[in-house]
């Protein structure tokens, strides 16, 4: 089984609409979450980090489920230029290193 | 501030030459890290560094050697390239709190690198 694991996707959405994707993380010693944004063929960018009590950015909120061990993005009135492929990362206590998920594809069009 | 940097941006190799990656942070970061990126693989840690002068193995180690002689630079080093080793290569830095809370990676805009 994968550490982190996501749906690939790919979400196709209308500008406007809502989306969610979801992210299981199976260590349960896992103590830092967050959603990365990858752009095709750049680097990675910290799009937000995720909380237990769970954080809001504007068009996105984050949430953790510790208990059932995921963790969600939801992105309201979706724009063109969300499009992306979404990672969701972990921190495992006491490591050093960083997990990430293979990523939700997202399109939004017009 | 640059941020990360890496050099260079793309290569092209025959099989069995070698090549070194640098990768520079100018934003005092303690870690460092190499990654590959590959469709339908993820990021894929290759080795890292919690400070100047140390490393350690990743999950996927084999086949790379890492230095990092200074702070600021990372070095990824390839000895006898394969086209199993084609791929996206990306370096990060990060802050880490007292307690090994990891804080954001900061990314380097990537290698492109094609072994024939």
């Known amino acids: 089984r994968k550490e982190v694991e996501q749906d690939p996707g790919p979400f196709n959405v209308p500008e406007g609409a809502t989306v969610a994707f979801n992210c299981t993380y199976s260590n349960s010693a896992s103590q830092s979450f967050f959603w990365y944004r990858q752009d095709c063929r750049k680097e990675p960018k910290l799009l937000m980090s995720?909380?237990?009590s769970g954080n809001e950015d504007g068009r996105f909120t984050a949430q953790l489920n510790r208990a059932s061990q995921y963790i969600s993005l939801l992105i309201r009135d979706s724009k063109l230029s969300d499009s992306a492929t979404y990672l969701c990362?972990?921190?495992?206590?006491?490591?050093?290193?960083?997990?990430f998920g293979t990523g939700t594809r997202l399109q939004v069009f017009p | 501030n640059a941020g990360v940097t890496q050099t260079p941006k793309f290569r092209v190799l025959k099989t069995g030459q070698s090549m070194t990656l640098l990768c520079a942070q100018d934003m005092n970061h303690e870690y460092m890290y190499w990654y590959r990126q590959d469709p339908g693989m993820g990021l894929r840690l290759i080795h890292y560094s919690v400070g100047e002068g140390t490393t350690a193995k990743g999950e996927v180690p084999d086949g790379y050697n890492v230095s990092r002689l200074k702070k600021q630079n990372f070095l990824l080093g390839l000895e006898s390239a394969a086209p199993s080793q084609t791929s996206v290569y990306f370096c990060?830095?990060?802050?880490?709190?007292?307690?090994?809370?990891?804080?954001?990676?900061?990314f380097g805009p990537g290698t492109r690198l094609t072994v024939t």
């Open positions: 995720v909380y237990s």
């Open positions: 990362v972990v921190n495992i206590l006491n490591t050093d290193k960083l997990i």
């Open positions: 990060a830095s990060s802050y880490t709190t007292f307690d090994r809370f990891l804080d954001e990676q900061y």
